[in-house]
């Protein structure tokens, strides 16, 4: 079935370093892509998402690009700050899914950025 | 716009004791998710429906999980009896249609379940 792959963390940085999520997928139609985000104390939110192949989806200085050719949809940013600190989730919907189109996550991925 | 509205935020229970949350979407969203967060991995859809009806419940524990979409709008998960197990997050959301990617969620409930 479909799934998604993201890299374990937690991942540790000081502010302004660059960040780079990894996240593979496993689908057997065409799916979506999306990043979700979980602050502290608070419920998921959509970050960015990717519909198609070679599309990059980009918010609040993230990017990430859906690569058909690797199926991955990593994601970056060029300057963390202290406030980017949460969990980030990978995630697909895959619309050739006849028994719905609901999300499947990754694990997630913490992130902590340090002044 | 009010968000989805997801109560309690707490709640611990005995195992072999029953549980219910409850959840409302945000308004004129027709179709509504149960998702289960296990401490330290990604939501896992139980349960899917679009209006009343039940598009998706391939994961739902049916022995001891059961959900119900009240008109079209409300939504009750009930767990009887718990298990260890069970301890999770129980997150709601819902999207205007059947694209997941639209999807708007709750702060969840959270299950501990001694």
């Known amino acids: 079935g479909d799934s998604v792959t993201q890299m374990e963390g937690p991942v540790t940085l000081s502010e302004e370093a660059f960040l780079t999520i990894n996240c593979t997928y496993t689908?057997?139609?065409?799916?979506?892509l999306f990043w979700y985000v979980q602050y502290p104390g608070e419920g998921l939110q959509l970050l960015l998402k990717a519909t198609k192949a070679d599309d990059k989806g980009s918010n609040k200085g993230f990017e990430a690009t859906y690569r058909k050719e690797t199926t991955s949809f990593h994601l970056e940013k060029g300057s963390v700050q202290v406030s980017d600190s949460a969990v980030y989730f990978c995630?697909?919907?895959?619309?050739?899914?006849?028994?719905?189109?609901?999300?499947?996550f990754g694990k997630g991925t913490t992130l902590s950025v340090s002044s | 716009e009010a968000g989805v509205a997801q109560s309690p935020r707490y709640k611990i229970i005995e195992k072999r004791q029953s549980v219910a949350f409850w959840c409302n979407p945000i308004?004129?969203?027709?179709?509504l998710y149960w998702y289960q967060q296990i401490l330290g991995q990604g939501p896992k859809l139980l349960i899917q429906?679009?209006?009343?009806?039940?598009?998706?419940d391939s994961q739902l524990p049916k022995d001891r999980f059961s959900a119900e979409r009240l008109k079209g709008v409300d939504s009750t998960l009930k767990i009887q009896p718990a298990k260890l197990e069970d301890s999770a997050v129980y997150l709601c959301?819902?999207?205007?249609?059947?694209?997941?990617?639209?999807?708007?969620f709750g702060q969840g409930t959270r299950l501990t379940v001694v």
């Open positions: 308004s004129g969203h027709a179709t």
């Open positions: 995630a697909l919907s895959d619309p050739w899914n006849q028994a719905g189109t609901a999300l499947i």
């Open positions: 689908a057997t139609g065409y799916p979506s």
């Open positions: 429906f679009q209006n009343n009806g039940v598009v998706d």
């Open positions: 959301a819902s999207s205007l249609a059947l694209q997941g990617e639209r999807a708007f």
